[in-house]
């Protein structure tokens, strides 16, 4: 019988240890989001395609930063990139911001 509550109580705490940890990524993917925005980065995406070169040009942003949150925002899941296998992120490979739910106001 002590086995099985073991087993038990080992199980629920992996499940809220997995909950919490899922939690606090969301928390950090939302924090990424709401940085891109305030530094234009979605914004100058949304002019085309860019290298994190191009991007920190466009954004007046330092390039290592910008390859970073790049490189977040793929993993996420939020942005696409070419060559998406290639590691770590070459100064050549592209980001691109996925096509936009909104219509936009002409």
Request: proline fraction near 8%.
């Given at each position: 019988?002590?086995?099985l509550?073991?087993t038990?109580?080992s199980?629920t ?14 928390t950090l ?18 002019e ?7 991007l ?7 390039e290592?930063?910008?390859?970073e949150?790049l ?17 770590p992120w070459p ?5 691109r911001?996925?096509?936009?739910p909104?219509?936009?106001r002409?």
């Amino acid at each position: 019988m002590t086995e099985l509550a073991e087993t038990a109580s080992s199980s629920t705490t992996d499940a809220l240890v997995e909950r919490l940890f899922g939690a606090v990524i969301d928390t950090l993917e939302v924090g990424c989001v709401h940085l891109g925005g305030r530094l234009g980065f979605y914004r100058a995406l949304a002019e085309g395609d860019a290298t994190p070169g191009d991007l920190a040009t466009r954004t007046g942003c330092a390039e290592r930063y910008v390859r970073e949150w790049l490189e977040q925002q793929a993993v996420a899941g939020f942005l696409t990139v070419d060559a998406p296998d290639a590691d770590p992120w070459p100064a050549a490979r592209l980001g691109r911001a996925p096509p936009s739910p909104v219509p936009s106001r002409t």
